[in-house]
């Protein structure tokens, strides 16, 4: 391969000459800067196990088949995956590519604490013909623990004590979960190498476990990633992870650190995968490469010096050609791939070494999230405040109309669309909007979102970026408080309609979700952030959202 970008060609030699890759296959820690003996040494040797997979993971194969076919033989029709970040990622990617196998089970992916999104799933399952995978590599996230507790009190409610055979666990050694999972007698519990990070473990059992249920074939997934983990033991150019990491640290150093990842309409659902890999793998200590990934193609004249561009062809569909060959006559550094639908996991292992290479050009741990636990730690103290006064402390909005309150401490205006047009007038080249959404997820809202995006993009040439709450806070939140201090940050949220409470917990789905939007509020303000937050009191989110920005954006 040769790479399109001449300071990535640079790079890719150098890293060569220092000997990368066989020194990441030979586990040398030294490689991300970690000094031996110190505990950043020890936590990366800890998470080195994705490299392996291939191997470590094969002997599981046949109990996965067996998994599968009794699936089949008990009629199951839907399986509910509760999770969150990797854990959950990879299979929304597998349910997109593979679909529905005949006569398996149709997989949803349940990675939220939104209100109406839980209830409605589990009011319509089938308690006869319903398996429920929870998967969660520490044991413990508080969005995983939720669900199963609400799942559990509705299956035991109808199956007795036969709902432990719906249930599944996919978990680390040791934790929470697994003991749950012998405590409640679930069918069976997975336990997954403690070495592999959550976000590098699309093919460990984390992945593998949904895609034996959907009637995917594991086998397949498991050799082409395996195939490519040898194809990345070459310490040269033909390294194809090799050189899209090398070309991913190469234009973030030159400042193009918007990757723009440009996807077939068959691999749409890859980029959150991406997403999440890249962002809360580089995003920190002030840099980092920002992943975009459900952008529309634009004219090149609506882009900035700030980006970067890898494009993905499949042997079914490719992006445009047209649009990308423009992109690159105007100067716009464009890596492109080709993968194979029937090959997803050899395109899981290209991402994942790409990040290890990159995370060690940029002179960073791509295995660490130091950001991630503060917002945690700011919803948990919420969640006790709640749990003293059976409210959430909020202060009061800066401004209030009918239809939105607008919270922020970093901009000012008479009304929502002013403050708006203040917040958007400071956004200079190399800067980033990102809206994080804690709506209910439905297309209206999401078609509203992506034209306000456009709209940004065209008269600020800004890259945007697109969040759901709070499944953003386990993959760009790291990036957002960790990496470059570039972000113009529009967080959103409503009240819920309805108020299921989580069982044991104390508080409700929604007080839940109000704490998570809450603490990573005041958590990016701590980070110096320019946050706005937009809380939508009447009315439907996407007109009110559209007609706020519209008036902003054409000022």
Known sequence: MTLPFEPAAELANRLLQDHIVSRIWQRDVSVWDAEPGSAAAKSIASRLGWLDVGTTMRPHLERLAALGHAAREDGVREVYLLGMGGSSLCAEVLRSVYGVTPGAAELFVLDTTDERTITQAAARMDPERTWVIVASKSGGTVEVASMERLFWQRLSAARGNKAGRQFIAVTDPGTALEQLAAARGYRDAFINPADIGGRFSALSLFGLVPTALIGAPAHDLLAAGAAMADGCRQENHANAGFELGAFIAATTIAGRDKLTVVLPESLSMLGLWIEQLIAESTGKLGKGALPVVDEALGRPDEYGQDRAFVAIATERDAPDKVAMAALQAAGHPILSLTTRLDGLGAEFFRWEFATAVAGAALHINPFDEPNVAEAKAKTSDLLKTFAAQHRLEEAAPLVDSDEVAVYTRAFAGDSP??????????VKPGDYVAFLSYLPPDS??????AAIRLGIRRKTRAATTFGIGPRYLHSTGQYHKGGPNTALI???????????????????FAV?????????????EQHGRRVVRLHIKRGEAAEVLGKIFAEAIAS
């Open 417 to 426: 669309a002013a403050l708006l047009r203040s917040a958007l007038a400071q």
């Open 512 to 524: 839940l979700k109000r704490a998570q939007a809450l603490g990573d509020y005041d958590t990016l």
């Open 444 to 449: 209206a809202t999401a078609s509203a979102i």
């Open 490 to 508: 529009f967080l959103i949220t409503s009240d819920d309609e309805t108020t299921t409470e989580i069982p044991e917990a104390g508080y409700s």
